[in-house]
């Protein structure tokens, strides 16, 4: 019965760019998903504490721009995880 998954360490033997080009790939999309975290982390606590003071009619400009920008944070998370999947694979 054969593996999917070849010996990573055979697979490095053999195409040692290929595999180090794709790790720092890897590790690159992982620090900027790291980094997007704690963006969005700092934006979900700044609309938290605004939303808890309240507004009398409408949401301020600033509170929908913070919230169309967790969204995008979002978006770019998904990315990034899609192209860490994609490398692994």
Do not use: K
């Amino acid at each position: 019965m054969t593996s999917s998954f070849p010996n990573p360490f055979v697979r490095l033997f053999e195409a040692p760019v290929e595999v180090l080009t794709a790790t720092a790939y890897a590790l690159v999309l992982l620090t900027a998903l790291l980094a997007t975290w704690y963006a969005l982390g700092r934006n979900l606590l700044w609309l938290s504490q605004r939303w808890q003071t309240g507004w009398r009619y409408l949401p301020s400009p600033m509170w929908v721009a913070r919230a169309g920008g967790g969204l995008l944070v979002i978006a770019v998370d998904c990315l990034l995880l899609a192209g860490v999947v994609h490398l692994l694979t």
